[in-house]
């Protein structure tokens, strides 16, 4: 089971990036994934997160607006849309998967999932 990320990069500020994930090993049908974020010396923060099942979406009101997750069940793949990107967003992104769901915010909390990828850096500079 494996989850990779890419799509990362530097970019400035007001421009967009997407990232995405492929998952091998296991069919990403069905399993609810997310992308979560990082920087130094801070705790992972849940970024956006989608359902297995219908494609239920949920955001961290930082990125509301401006960030779009979805999915490709046939390519076993998410994908994390960045738009209107600023100094605060930079931080390294992972990919994670197979999650128990929670309705409401709870559900971008990182203690949820148990499959985790790499991890791709994400800067954005003045």
């Known amino acids: 089971v494996q989850l990779v990320e890419r799509g990362g990069g530097s970019v400035q500020v007001g421009g967009s990036l997407t990232l995405s994930c492929v998952a091998s090993?296991?069919?990403?049908?069905?399993?609810?994934m997310g992308w979560f974020r990082q920087v130094p010396g801070k705790e992972r923060e849940g970024v956006a997160v989608?359902?297995?099942?219908?494609?239920?979406?949920v955001y961290a009101g930082s990125v509301q607006g401006r960030f779009t997750i979805s999915r490709d069940n046939t390519k076993n793949m998410i994908y994390l849309q960045m738009n209107s990107l600023n100094t605060e967003d930079t931080a390294m992104y992972y990919c994670?998967?197979?999650?128990?769901?929670?309705?409401?915010?709870?559900?971008?909390?990182?203690?949820?999932?148990?499959?985790w990828g790499q991890g791709t850096q994400v800067t954005v500079s003045a």
């Open positions: 994670a998967a197979d999650c128990t769901w929670v309705e409401g915010h709870r559900a971008l909390a990182p203690s949820n999932f148990r499959v």
């Open positions: 090993g296991f069919s990403s049908r069905g399993y609810c």
């Open positions: 989608i359902s297995g099942t219908i494609g239920k979406t």
